[in-house]
């Protein structure tokens, strides 16, 4: 069982920066942060490749160029370092792994069923 703990959320104004942490208990293949916006599908925001020390990192679209995805493997913990905020961004985030070991298509990193544990959620709320 991989537990997963999210912090680091809160309330900003746009064109601010904030940082999310997600502490990992176990050992994951890959990592992935989400977002869900009230009345709105659950969506990849970035993902990383944490099977080995300096991985692959993928963002949505939407956040290339503001969001960095980074592994702290001496912490055991994903960092999700979020700048130039916009009020769009205003969502509950998640922190979501794949279990190490498993098989999985790597051009998959968008979907919500590769990852087999989720965090419980933090905050994000930009203010204009």
């Known amino acids: 069982q991989i537990q997963l703990a999210e912090s680091g959320g809160g309330s900003v104004q746009v064109g601010g920066s904030l940082r999310l942490s997600c502490v990992i208990a176990g050992r994951t293949g890959r990592m992935g942060w989400f977002r869900q916006a009230p009345g709105k599908e659950r969506e990849v925001v970035a993902s990383?490749?944490?099977?080995?020390?300096?991985?692959?990192?993928y963002y949505a679209d939407s956040v290339k160029g503001r969001y960095t995805i980074s592994q702290d493997n001496d912490k055991n913990t994903v960092y999700l370092q979020m700048d130039s905020l916009k009020p769009e961004d205003t969502a509950m985030y998640y922190c979501?792994?794949?279990?190490?070991?498993?098989?999985?298509?790597?051009?998959?990193?968008?979907?919500?069923?590769?990852?087999?544990?989720w965090g419980r959620g933090t905050q994000v709320t930009v203010s204009s």
């Open positions: 990383i490749n944490t099977s080995i020390r300096t991985g692959r990192t």
């Open positions: 979501a792994g794949r279990r190490f070991g498993i098989s999985y298509e790597e051009y998959r990193w968008r979907d919500l069923t590769t990852y087999n544990f």
